[in-house]
């Protein structure tokens, strides 16, 4: 089933310890998609400047991906550049410049607006209401958000997610939101606020899962080297989500049990393990669904016991 | 079948946020051992100053814990304090004082010379080879180590850990060890040091365990309060060997599979997140067996998809 993927499209420059690019395609929702894409039809959301490359509209339109819902307006795409720290837990960001992403207010296409699932990548709180509002009988809708929008705009982020199903979140970010530093805490104090199910991103060490006394853990992938860790949340979410689509699951229904959405976890890690691969999304240009399977299945050897 | 255990037996001065108790029995022996005994009997060998109270032998006793190898010198027991941080990962030592801990000398009793496993404890290198080589046709030797000897005594640690089959660390000593960053990585620089299974403690995010091409990882337990995390590693190394004694399992004839290794680490974690619940020992009191099953079945739940 249809994937709505609403969020960034940018242009990023990184370093990290294992090499250096000045521009490359990069931006949550492109991770998201490209991520969803190996599991369900994807719709995405998004604006770029005139800058933004064929080839790079090609990668996302070859991966099916609908770009209806991509706006090319006047001006530069978002550009993004950060420094990896040697153990790469932590990055600096040396230059956010907005561009034509100052002035994003989505407008969904007529054929969105159906469409069964929901993805918000981590923008505004205010513009992931309107994507939300625009929408109509969505089954699941899951948002991503980050420590600016907790400081600078609390209210309004909560009152956001209060329709969400799912929240994904990393573990510092949830423990900014909650005040909780234990994750079980946070999960039931993130419940108060509205999403059921609460994905909690630990980077190198997995994702926990909890919905209501259940809770799922999945590693992270054991890779020998991480080349790039940026998009491996919005890959991870990508592929979560995807699974859901394609499988049709329901969350407010009660049909939706913990193994599937183990299972949905577990496919958000191995996207995620994918992306960390190589530099910027260009792990998924010779990426298979075979090989995301068979690294599903070796993800059971590494937890079997 | 029976395990010898080395290493400290102390009291400490523990503060954590949720509490503080300025002397209680603690030592990485006592708490291998207490872990340990649930599921083999356990020898342990270790030094007590005159003031060791008789209710503290006899907890040790009570569990069946064989103190023939248990010295009582004249003097002071071994004296540790520390105050935990908020987030409790990190710890500042107070006070270390050695008293008869200075001068241990391990003489192992004839009868556990013979013993098919042996648990070196965190203490000096040169100490556990003193013991290692009074033992004789020893099934399975583990060890754990720490940054101290990695720094000060690096090139004895090495010839010590040269014929134990389980090295067990934590990963900031893996790193310090290796030079590697990436556990994979130090996993294969330890396997060239000696150790052909190498266990990765992580505290709050669960345990790793390399073996040949082979990894296991198993998460912590989310508990809702850790009330004091000392002990936790020396409980999760007890609760490991002492399921690969009690299910006399061989590390070096090729025997061991991994789901079995696996289900060692998992008994490991089941132990440490026993001993964190309360302060120092106090939740082996009362621990049973069963609580122990019931918690390392709710694992499965954890993590199956």
């Known amino acids: 089933m249809s994937l709505v993927v609403v969020g960034s499209v940018a242009y990023d420059g990184v370093e990290t310890p294992h090499g250096r690019v000045d521009r490359m395609l990069g931006g949550a929702s492109t991770y998201i998609s490209l991520a969803a ?22 990668l996302l339109a070859g991966r099916g991906i609908d770009l209806t819902g991509l706006d090319r307006a006047a001006g530069k795409t978002f550009y993004w550049a ?4 040697e153990d790469m837990n932590d990055r600096t960001t040396l230059r956010t410049d907005l561009n034509v992403f100052a002035d994003f207010d989505p407008e969904l296409p007529a054929a969105y607006r159906s469409k069964p699932y929901l993805l918000l990548g981590n923008i505004q709180p205010a513009l992931q209401r309107r994507v939300r509002r625009q929408m109509d009988g969505t089954r699941v809708v899951a948002g991503d958000t980050m420590n600016l929008w907790i400081n600078e705009t609390r209210e309004e982020l909560l009152e956001t997610i209060r329709d969400w199903h799912v929240l994904l979140i990393n573990d510092s970010e949830a423990r900014l939101l909650t005040g909780e530093r234990n994750l079980r805490r946070a999960a039931r104090a993130i419940y108060e606020m509205g999403p059921q199910t609460v994905i909690i991103k630990r980077g190198e060490y997995g994702a926990a899962l909890f919905r209501g006394e259940e809770v799922f853990l999945a590693p992270a992938y054991p890779l020998e080297q991480v080349s790039d860790p940026t998009g491996a949340g919005d890959s991870f979410a990508g592929g979560f989500m995807g699974y859901l689509a394609e499988r049709g699951i329901d969350l407010e229904s009660g049909r939706a049990d913990m193994p599937e959405l183990a299972r949905a976890v577990v496919y958000g890690s191995v996207m995620g393990s994918f992306c960390c691969e190589d530099f910027g999304v260009n792990r998924f240009r010779t990426l298979s669904r075979a090989e995301i399977d068979s690294r599903f299945q070796e993800f059971r050897g590494l937890t079997a016991f």
């Open 37 to 58: 894409s190996y599991f369900t039809k994807v719709n995405l959301v998004g604006i770029v400047g005139e800058d933004f490359a064929q080839e790079d509209w090609d």
């Open 82 to 85: 950060g420094v990896y720290s």
